[in-house]
């Protein structure tokens, strides 16, 4: 059996011994699991074939962390402690992040909607265990389709409170995660203001390759995103994502924010057919920015969340997060910025879930 291509630059040693690693998971959770596994999929950069590489005393090691999808027949029979045992071993043996998914059956893999995340995910994945057409058999032929202009606003936030939680970090105002957590989430933020414009004028595709050809055509098509003045950004950005070893370019997180708040208010005005003068409008601005989380039927939802949160009401907590980001990462100088902005990240980890 050949072995499968996880990043387009690693040699064939490389793929070889990584190979090893993901299907030394893979056969943990199959002894974990048994009958009731129904497929382990390896997603994200790797699943795709674009994984990154970094060079480590003349040897190349990964960078990116492993992201599988889970999916199981009976999801209450998974052991929660028998994958946690799973993660940490493989952690200390490969020192990269081994995340899963909750467990998913193929009922769930039905009703996905068609957000960014199942987007890239079906559209370049590898099989490590079980049914290798699971998700061709299942999954909505919606979520291959063209992205909603609201995936562009959403990669915008989760990426932009990557970028406050590094400039906190940066100030001392949070405890550092680890040696490269300000740079690797200043290029997340940088590839994010190109792929949310792709995304919100239908120009975008899952492969990181070609994306930097499609952002050019982009620029050279649509004078306002030209006038953005991001596509050297965007190339280093994923020059980062392939190799992030080799890109040792200066990055002001501040600046970065200031052309995060143009590409996002840009982007809400083209989803809401609206302008705002300034960010401070947007901000004050009462609308919904996810009109569908605030039907009837997800109110208690939300009502339970936003107190759970301290912030009481009906509305989906994410709601204050649009409000509230853009004018965290617009003036870093303002008076009481440490507590709000820390307030406005807080929020933000609530409604991910992220402890």
């Avoid at 995910?121 to 999954?139: C, R």
């Avoid at 907590?317 to 409000?323: G, M, S």
């Amino acid at each position: 059996m050949s072995v499968p291509t996880y990043t387009h630059h690693g040699s064939d040693a490389f793929h070889e011994r990584f190979h090893g690693m993901v299907q030394a998971v893979a056969k943990d959770v199959e002894n974990a699991l048994g009958e009731n596994l129904v497929a382990l999929i390896l997603g994200g950069g790797y699943g795709r074939g674009e994984g990154a590489i970094i060079v480590v005393d003349d040897e190349e090691q990964p960078y990116n962390d492993l992201d599988f999808l889970l999916v199981v027949h009976r999801p209450g029979d998974v052991d929660q402690d028998a994958m946690r045992a799973i993660k940490k071993r493989h952690e200390a043996l490969t020192h990269l992040h081994v995340d899963f998914t909750q467990p998913f059956t193929t009922d769930d893999l039905a009703k996905w909607p068609p957000w960014l995340m199942w987007h890239d995910f079906v559209n370049g994945y590898i099989t490590s265990a079980g049914d290798p057409d699971t998700l061709e058999k299942h999954v909505p032929a919606s979520v291959r389709g063209t992205l909603t202009p609201i995936e562009a606003s959403r990669l915008l936030i989760n990426r932009g409170a990557g970028l406050l939680w590094a400039m906190r970090i940066a100030r001392e105002c949070e405890p550092p995660e680890d040696d490269d957590f300000a740079k690797r989430n200043y290029w997340k933020a940088a590839l994010a203001l190109g792929d949310a414009l792709l995304i919100a004028y239908e120009r975008y595709a899952t492969p990181y390759q070609g994306r930097d050809q499609r952002f050019r055509e982009l620029a050279r098509t649509f004078t306002d995103v030209a006038e953005f003045d991001l596509i050297d950004l965007y190339q280093e950005a994923l020059h980062f994502k392939f190799s992030p070893h080799e890109v040792t370019t200066t990055f002001d997180l501040e600046m970065l924010g200031r052309q995060w708040v143009q590409v996002f208010l840009h982007i809400e005005e083209r989803r809401f057919k609206r302008s705002w003068p300034q960010i401070e409008d947007y901000a004050a601005w009462t609308g919904l920015r996810e009109p569908e989380e605030h039907v009837p039927s997800k109110w208690p939802r939300n009502l339970v969340k936003s107190l759970r949160l301290r912030q009481p009401s009906w509305r989906y907590p994410a709601e204050f997060v649009y409000r509230w980001l853009p004018l965290a990462l617009h003036d870093t100088r303002a008076p009481h910025w440490n507590m709000r902005s820390g307030e406005c990240l807080d929020l933000w980890k609530g409604v991910m879930g992220i402890a």
